[in-house]
T-cell receptor, first 116, second 113 residues
Framework: GAVVSQHPSRVICKSGTSVKIECRSL??????MFWYRQFPKQSLMLMAT?????????EQGVEKDKFLINHASLTLSTLTVTSAHPEDSSFYIC????????????FGPGTRLTVT | AQSVSQHNHHVILSEAASLELGCNYS??????LFWYVQYPGQHLQLLLK??????LVKGIKGFEAEFIKSKFSFNLRKPSVQWSDTAEYFC???????????FGSGTRLQVQP
């Protein structure tokens, strides 16, 4: 089956620093990747849709200057949390969708970000 | 606005009991529906999906779901749960022109041996 990886799986950073999270589709090309955020004991909330070779589409209320998304290749999308604050602490999950118009997504294992 | 709601937030069952988790959606037009499971410490896995055709969908691990258009529902069922089914279950949907998933709030299932 399709495999999506995320790196790192867990990161702790200090307030004011930036953190980059990578999402890779290992055995398929993903023209579209999605970034979600999951708060403890809550559901996943879509942050942005990342399209290879073009700008990401952000959901309402998500600061694009704070959460920088780059989809530089068909197998890699990165999310950079800039000037992180403790309230950015969360579980960040990416998913990748293979081309072909099929509405199916494969999820990465997630990245636990803790900002101190 | 598109939305997905799950009414059961926490369900506790004994092994061999039957399971039904509710999911309702609010979408205009054609909808694709999914159930995902998240085992403790693991990533989301697809249990089953409905795009069109037979409204009774069978998934992995003995799960099934029924799409009832008139009720805007897509409930998840399993006739006999096992301890290993302990996990968080998410209903999700995509709609016309939107490939990103809209998730329900999730249901935590705890199966007691």
């Amino acid at each position: 089956g399709a495999v999506v990886s995320q790196h790192p799986s867990r990161v702790i950073c200090k307030s004011g620093t930036s953190v980059k999270i990578e999402c890779r589709s290992l055995d398929f090309q993903a023209t579209t990747m999605f970034w979600y955020r999951q708060f403890p004991k809550q559901s996943l909330m879509l942050m942005a849709t990342s399209n290879e070779g073009s700008k990401a589409t952000y959901e309402q209320g998500v600061e694009k200057d704070k959460f920088l998304i780059n989809h530089a290749s068909l197998t890699l999308s990165t999310l950079t949390v800039t000037s992180a604050h403790p309230e950015d602490s969360s579980f960040y999950i990416c998913s990748a969708s293979p081309p072909g118009g099929v509405d199916e997504q494969y999820f990465g294992p997630g990245t636990r970000l803790t900002v101190t | 606005a598109q939305s997905v709601s799950q009414h059961n937030h926490h369900v506790i069952l004994s092994e061999a009991a039957s399971l039904e988790l509710g999911c309702n959606y609010s979408y205009g037009g054609t909808v694709n529906l999914f159930w995902y499971v998240q085992y403790p410490g693991q990533h989301l896995q697809l249990l089953l999906k409905y795009f069109s055709g037979d409204p009774l969908v069978k998934g992995i691990k003995g799960f099934e779901a029924e799409f009832i258009k008139s009720k805007f529902s897509f409930n998840l069922r399993k006739p006999s749960v096992q301890w290993s089914d302990t996990a968080e279950y998410f209903c999700a949907a995509t709609g016309p022109g939107r490939r990103a998933l809209t998730f329900g709030s999730g249901t935590r299932l705890q199966v007691q041996p």
